[in-house]
């Protein structure tokens, strides 16, 4: 899936380096929800709303429509009107494989390592924000095969204030040794990777990072390869008023 112009600082709704981490983390679980909510379904604002008590989430109407229009605002909604209610369903564009599936990407023209980058932000955003940074850290180190750039992290929706942030305490992800990244700078050639970039990498295996990871690489998988007529259609497409 790509989004042309997608940004995350560009929706306060979604993630806002001026917000603090907390505001952020509780700005990105509803934004999950509602994708959840939304997986298969469509449903009106009301509708929304129901099922969000219903899990012990309570919005105003007014912050719920915000919501709501940030992600159509970013193509992942679709918004379509059923009088007198507006209804909300996941983006075509978050179900499709992207155009010319299957192309050789040893061909593609220069803006495909930002169509990679933009499939993987999207996948990565449907994932907790606690484990963002480590599963993209983890994710990127393992389809390139060498430590994951800052300028990778800010590509899929990391912003340097979490960043910060999160490596002001001992995790699981850590900056790579300078000494080791001349080579991996130089061997990358379709982005613009700064001389002073520091670069992270995986301390040390969890199950859960690599279970998320997984979940990140398979959703990229089936927005980049046609798989009709493979997949099970056994989900039901219910509209609630």
Avoid: W
Avoid at 50 to 74: C, F, M, S
């Amino acid at each position: 899936m790509c989004f042309p112009g997608f940004r995350p600082e560009d929706k306060l709704s979604l993630i806002n380096p001026n917000l603090d981490i907390k505001a952020e983390k509780m700005a990105e679980k509803l934004n999950l929800k509602l994708m959840q909510l939304l997986d298969g379904r469509q449903l009106s604002i009301s509708g929304l709303t129901r099922e969000l008590k219903a899990e012990g989430i309570e919005e105003h109407r007014l912050v719920l429509t915000g919501y709501l229009r940030a992600l159509r605002d970013l193509e992942l909604l679709e918004e379509s009107e059923v009088p007198p209610s507006k209804i909300y369903a996941l983006s075509e564009k978050s179900k499709e494989p992207l155009p010319e599936k299957g192309r050789d990407l040893k061909s593609a023209d220069s803006s495909e390592p930002e169509d990679i980058y933009l499939i993987f932000r999207t996948q990565l955003l449907k994932i907790d924000l606690d484990f963002r940074i480590p599963v993209g850290v983890y994710v990127i180190s393992r389809l390139f095969e060498r430590p994951c750039f800052r300028r990778e992290l800010k590509l899929v929706g990391i912003t340097q204030k979490h960043l910060d942030q999160y490596m002001e305490k001992p995790g699981i992800v850590c900056e790579a040794p300078d000494s080791h990244l001349r080579k991996s700078r130089a061997d990358i050639t379709k982005i613009e990777i700064p001389s002073d970039d520091p670069a992270y990498e995986i301390r040390e295996n969890r199950e859960e990072i690599t279970r998320l990871a997984n979940d990140v690489l398979a959703g990229m998988i089936k927005h980049r390869i046609d798989l009709e007529g493979l997949v099970a259609k056994s989900k039901q497409t219910t509209l609630l008023p």
